[in-house]
T-cell receptor, first 115, second 110 residues
Framework: DAGVIQSPRHEVTEMGQEVTLRCKPISGHDYLFWYRQTMMRGLELLIYFNNNVPIDDSGMPEDRFSAKMPNASFSTLKIQPSEPRDSAVYFC?????????????FGSGTRLTVV | GEDVEQSLFLSVREGDSSVINCTYTDSSSTYLYWYKQEPGAGLQLLTYIFSNMDMKQDQRLTVLLNKKDKHLSLRIADTQTGDSAIYFCAEGGSQGNLIFGKGTKLSVKP
């Protein structure tokens, strides 16, 4: 089991550019979560999916953010256009509902810097 | 609404015990969790406790749960410099998600 795989690990982009973050959850996990972590606000839930369907996107900060999960093995988080205040570490996590005691498995994160 | 609170910083000396505290609001949570985040890494599940338990011990880790007060604690015995990290408390949310606290940064001084 390779765990939750995120790419890229680091991304530096200029303000106004489109940024796409990618996540491959653990096979068999039916929940997928996107989080953002900053020093100021800590860990924020942006959106989560159950069986590829978005369940709660109330944490998505603005219309500039969008997320998709076209199939059980892939999800993207897109920011268009990006702004310096979007600089953060973005984590993807997955979970099996019938293994609730195992909690989430997190990816290693994508560190985004918008200059 | 659902909320998890924990103190932001804790500093201990190597060899001492560390106790990290957490309060939560959702009494219907089935499991409560402790995660550890080392610098530059994602969060890793450290341990968890089922809501009908009072205590769980796993080597140097002891989790205490007071359901009446909605208080969870993590005790690390014989704290080592390798234990320096951010520790997150989390409760099972009502929608299948987990609600995380802001994390407690543990600093271990030699």
């Amino acid at each position: 089991d390779a765990g939750v795989i995120q790419s890229p690990r680091h991304e530096v982009t200029e303000m106004g550019q489109e940024v796409t973050l990618r996540c491959k959850p653990i096979s068999g996990h039916d929940y997928l979560f996107w989080y953002r972590q900053t020093m100021m606000r800590g860990l924020e839930l942006l959106i989560y999916f159950n069986n590829n369907v978005p369940i709660d996107d109330s944490g998505m900060p603005e219309d500039r953010f969008s997320a998709k999960m076209p199939n059980a093995s892939f999800s993207t988080l897109k920011i268009q256009p990006s702004e310096p205040r979007d600089s953060a570490v973005y984590f993807c996590a997955s979970r099996r509902r019938d293994r609730a005691n195992y909690g989430y498995t997190f990816g290693s994160g994508t560190r985004l810097t918008v200059v | 609404g659902e909320d998890v609170e924990q103190s932001l910083f804790l500093s201990v000396r190597e060899g001492d015990s560390s106790v990290i505290n957490c309060t939560y609001t959702d009494s219907s949570s089935t499991y409560l969790y402790w995660y550890k985040q080392e610098p530059g890494a994602g969060l890793q599940l450290l341990t968890y406790i089922f809501s009908n338990m009072d205590m769980k011990q796993d080597q140097r880790l002891t989790v205490l749960l007071n359901k009446k007060d909605k208080h969870l604690s993590l005790r690390i015995a014989d704290t080592q410099t390798g234990d320096s990290a951010i520790y997150f408390c989390a409760e099972g949310g009502s929608q299948g998600n987990l609600i995380f606290g802001k994390g407690t940064k543990l600093s271990v001084k030699p």
